[in-house]
């Protein structure tokens, strides 16, 4: 499939004006074809006019109709077949079948927000119908849904060049909540972009929908990702990336005339407890386990398990040198930019020169570009808490080891953790009581808590939440995975003493779409 290096404004297809990137062999670092043009700032201002002309229509749209939308999406990704997934390989450096796993989730995410937009109960209806005799005072006739919030901003991710960009999980929920998207492309990944971007535009046309539901920006500086925040037309914001990135967009949300959510995740260690009689009977099968969720990916997760927690002694150096075993044998791996490649060797190095760190073991030496060489060191309880630097997320196959004298130790370096996405224990049944313990720290810190497993692999389902409190994530009680995400982009709306005429379809009395409601407070199925 031939790219363009095209803007998708509406559905219009226009090479942008206001200079060009290129993406990057990931592999060698040389430059490859075709440029794709910046979009200037009159760019931007057309997609918005698009966006906001569309909302009103597009909010209103049917349930079976947006479903299909949904549904159309996620064909066509798949009709693209084999050219996406060489080309995003060529820009990511991600395997083969790492890519086709996540176009599969990709597809799956969109197909469930169908089902979700079909069920209804993400419109929340809840009616309270007039009471004119009740004394002292009649009640007035009250009804709820909820609506989309309007037109989101968002952001393509570096590590996940398919199911949290162009029309990953962001895209998708907000499309779901009844709100059109504008993306701006990562720069790592345009061409990826691109494809999937057509197949967004193609299923807005062949549905039907508004123009303006969906447009696709690339951008050559920072102008266009920081002007659609500011744009008083965009009510929302999606994000994955950096610390510094997520909250660079967070004040130019919150310096707004009105201050909007910017859903941002952003950096977390995610750690992961070694219980003693766990650590007693498995530490080399933990050991090995961590490795291979340590380097998957090249550790480019942000949930990887970048801090293990354990009591010192025996068992402890049992892990320590299973893992630096198992970990001196895996190869460098091609990461996603040369950027973040450089990015990482540096933090490894400064880890690695830190005074109160050791090195236990380093995988293979790169052997070529833009690779990575993973790295476990180990550290004291007493100079994880002194420094600030060793809490800090390296994003790569890195980890650290924090020796803690008890289980008291342990405790308290959780309650002075940021943050995090996920937080993991291993435990036997005779740990159950010293775990149980943890849990209300770990709940106040942590989005995803799980026993005997690792952070990285996330279901997409509806108990899953990826979020968790700042800096993991913008807003702790949000997530971005899983059909809660579709909360993010919705607000409720009452209406009092409204005429059935009047009313949206969801709070007729005649209950026309089939409704799920409360009623009175009382949960009503629809028959």
């Not at 070694?274 to 933990?286: C, S, T, V, W």
């Not at 476990?376 to 980890?399: N, P």
């Not at 997530?479 to 007729?508: C, E, H, M």
Request: aromatic fraction near 6%.
């Amino acid at each position: 499939m031939q790219l363009t290096g095209n803007l998708l404004i509406g559905q219009e297809s226009v090479f942008g004006s206001n200079g060009a990137i290129k993406a990057v062999n990931a592999s060698t670092g040389a430059a490859i074809e075709p440029a794709f043009g910046g979009a200037t700032l009159a760019d931007l201002d057309r997609a918005c006019a698009l966006a906001w002309t569309a909302f009103d229509v597009y909010r209103e749209t049917a349930p079976e109709a947006r479903a299909a939308f949904l549904e159309t999406i996620a064909q066509n990704i798949l009709d693209i077949g084999d050219d996406l997934i060489e080309r995003c390989m060529i820009e990511s450096g991600l395997p083969r079948a790492r890519l086709e796993g996540e176009r599969g989730r990709t597809v799956g995410q969109l197909r469930m927000f169908a089902d979700v937009v079909r069920n209804g109960d993400f419109l929340g209806v809840r009616i309270d119908p007039a009471q004119p005799e009740r004394k002292p005072l009649p009640r007035v006739d009250l009804r709820l849904r909820h609506v989309g919030v309007g037109p989101v901003a968002v952001f393509g991710a570096s590590n996940f060049p398919l199911a949290f960009s162009v029309a990953g999980g962001d895209t998708a929920s907000a499309l779901a909540a009844g709100c059109p998207v504008i993306v701006k492309a990562h720069s790592a990944h345009p061409g990826t972009a691109e494809l999937v971007g057509r197949a967004v535009q193609k299923a807005v046309k062949d549905c039907g929908m508004p123009e303006g539901t969906f447009s696709l920006l690339f951008d050559s500086g920072r102008d266009v990702g920081q002007g659609l925040v500011a744009d008083n037309r965009i009510k929302a914001a999606g994000f994955t990336g950096s610390r510094g990135g997520g909250t660079a967009l967070m004040k130019i949300a919150a310096a707004r005339a009105e201050p909007i959510p910017v859903y941002a995740e952003m950096s977390s260690i995610n750690p992961v407890l070694l219980f003693p009689n766990a650590l007693k009977n498995r530490a080399e099968g933990i050991a090995k386990a961590f490795v291979g969720s340590l380097v998957l990916g090249a550790g480019q997760f942000c949930t990887n398990p970048g801090l293990i927690l354990a009591v010192d002694g025996p068992d402890l150096e049992t892990f320590i040198a299973a893992a630096s075993a198992a970990l001196n044998e895996t190869a460098a791996q091609t990461m996603l930019t040369p950027g973040i490649c450089k990015t990482y060797q540096s933090a490894v190095s400064r880890a690695a020169g830190h005074e109160g760190v050791t090195t236990a073991a380093r995988g293979v030496e790169a052997k070529g570009e833009n690779q990575g060489q993973s790295a476990l060191f180990v550290t004291t309880a007493d100079a994880f808490r002194k420094s600030h630097e060793l809490q800090e997320e390296i994003f790569g196959a890195s980890s650290l080891v924090v020796r803690c004298p008890d289980l008291a130790t342990m405790l308290a370096l959780v309650e002075s953790l940021e943050g995090q996405l996920t937080s993991a224990l291993h435990i036997d049944e005779a740990d159950h009581a010293d775990a149980r313990g943890f849990l209300p720290a770990l709940e106040r810190r942590t989005g995803r808590i799980l026993v005997n497993g690792f952070g990285t692999g996330v279901e997409v389902g509806h108990a899953m939440v990826h979020g968790g409190p700042y800096p993991s994530t913008a807003d702790g009680r949000s997530t971005s995975v899983g059909s809660l995400a579709i909360n993010r982009f919705l607000r409720p709306v009452s209406y009092q003493d409204l005429p059935d005429a009047l009313l949206p379809d969801a709070l007729k009395t005649d209950n026309p779409l089939g409704l799920n409601r409360r009623i009175d407070g009382k949960l009503q199925l629809a028959k």
